[in-house]
């Protein structure tokens, strides 16, 4: 083989190689996470809700440990859910191609759209405020994800309904001084879009 047909033979076997790497987007897809195979999507509907009695840090506490009432929460989470579709990968993939987008999280398919606590003992405050049974003792308590530092009241946070997903912790932090010590007792509502809703009873939030 001559020195022609050596550089040709290589530069065919440059050639056939680069047909493996992965392929400029804007040939073909217009996908704004990228090319290459979509992940499996499976959406779920939620069937449970649990608490947590948890400290400012995380630190999951015994419910009835009395603590300043910016320092403690009452926090929830999806407990349990079935999965109820699928959505099937779109899109065209090729041999070689590398995994352009990250899995897309699963999430509910009903957002939620009311937070209720319901009070279930009558309390008297420093101030003279009472706490009635059956009273909501949402103006008294504001919400957000655990770790975020700024919490909202719960109809601002809720507004237009919000997405959940499997991972979500939220926190419901007691906004106003009992000036005394104080074991809050309330029944939970929470309520998703389309009317379904779940009760936690007896729940309990122990302050000063």
Not at 66 to 86: D, G, V
Not at 103 to 116: A, G, H, K, L, N
Not at 134 to 160: A, C, H, K, R, W
Request: hydrophobic letters at 40%; proline letters at 7%; a negative charge.
């Amino acid at each position: 083989m001559n020195s022609v047909q050596k550089k040709l033979f290589s530069t065919l076997i440059l050639v056939i190689g680069l047909g493996f790497l992965p392929m400029g987007c804007e040939v073909f897809c217009n996908d704004s996470c990228g090319c290459g195979p979509q992940f499996e999507v499976k959406d779920f509907r939620i069937t449970a809700f649990e608490t947590l009695t948890l400290a400012e840090d995380g630190q999951r506490i015994d419910p009835s440990t009395i603590l300043p009432y910016t320092q403690t929460t009452k926090s929830f989470r999806i407990a349990q859910f079935e999965t109820i579709a699928q959505k099937p990968p779109s899109g065209v993939s090729f041999p070689g191609m590398a995994m352009a987008c990250s899995p897309i999280p699963p999430q509910s398919v009903e957002r939620m759209t009311t937070i209720s606590l319901i009070n279930k003992k009558e309390q008297i405050l420093s101030d003279g405020t009472v706490l009635k049974i059956g009273d909501q003792l949402n103006p008294f308590v504001e919400m957000s994800y655990f770790f975020s530092s700024q919490t909202y009241p719960i109809s601002d946070f809720l507004e237009g309904g919000l997405t959940l997903y499997t991972d979500d912790l939220f926190k419901l932090v007691w906004q106003k001084a009992p000036g005394k010590e104080m074991v809050v007792e309330f029944d939970l509502h929470i309520e998703l879009e389309g009317g379904r809703g779940f009760v936690l009873p007896n729940e309990i939030l122990s302050i000063r």
